[in-house]
């Protein structure tokens, strides 16, 4: 019988040897990573609670910056509509434009600390938005002492028109690369509520147009937008009082929704009694725990 010749030794140890290679750069490829995936299994490690806090600080700055940035877009656009309304004598349309575009303007101020000559230029009793408002919604001749109030001239409306506008654009420029740190923000809110906010919440912030429910929104609505920012390190900090400040900001939210009709909001000077101190009371508390943010972020 014929038989086929044996295989030699040689080619079946090259071929041992070449399997053998072969499975160790298979395990090879399954134990090895590239850069992209190293840092991803690093990304995904727990930070540290020094590490996340340093994260968030740099986040809520950023994230505020950029809320600024976009209110003072929208706002400019607006101030520019409620402008050209109130320069060429549509005092009708322009009442009907003054409390929402002054909302953008509103929702900024926590950071007022940052353009003190604007915020005074633009909001103070006698200039700006509110030189405005006193020509909108006059007084009568009794409550100024029997005296007619003379309506502004054309030359008048233009002047305090445009002085509105170019502070409106400086504001704009003033807050495009602004970021305020965490301790700011927290200030900021604080002086804000326990300023502009109560006294809005008892009607004093807008005397004639009475739409201090408009600005107490959006005073509420900024505010807001700093603590969600502010949350994840306060939970660190204290996590009781961002518990407590979750509930005292719907609480605030709550009153100024029962208030609302769609989107618009009634005189102040219409409210009851009990509407007034449910609000005020609302707010109060909101006012209180803010105003413990700071201590507690610098502790």
Known sequence: ?????????????????????????????????????????????PLSQQAFITRQLGLSSVDFGEYLRRQAFTLQSGTTEFVTAWESGDDDLARSLYAPTRSFYNRM?????????????????????????????????????????????????QAVGQQL????????????????????????????????GRAAAAGEQEPRSHTDLYDLQAYVDGSREVF????????????????????RFDAAEGQLNALR???????????TGDQRQALQAAVGDLTQSLGQVPQTLAG
């Open 1 to 45: 019988m014929h038989h086929p010749p044996a295989r030699s030794k040689p080619r079946t140890t090259a071929l041992v040897a070449a399997a053998s290679a072969t499975l160790l750069l298979a395990l090879a490829g399954c134990t090895s990573s590239s850069p992209s995936e190293a840092a991803a299994a690093a990304a995904a490690k």
């Open 109 to 157: 101020l926590a950071a007022s600390a940052s353009f003190p000559e604007l915020d005074a230029s633009l909001d103070a009793g006698d200039s700006g938005w509110h030189a405005i408002e006193a020509q909108l919604w006059p007084l009568t001749a009794e409550e100024n002492q029997g005296m007619p109030v003379r309506p502004a001239t054309a030359d008048q409306r």
């Open 165 to 196: 506008e170019t502070d409106t654009k400086s504001l704009t420029g003033a807050v495009s690369g602004l970021r305020p740190t965490v301790e700011e923000q927290a200030a900021g809110v604080a002086a804000l509520m326990a300023g502009r």
């Open 228 to 247: 969600s920012g502010l949350r994840p390190i306060l939970v660190t900090q204290n996590a009781a009082l961002a518990t407590t400040l979750d509930h």
């Open 261 to 271: 009709t769609g989107v618009s909001f009634p005189g102040f000077d219409t409210l």
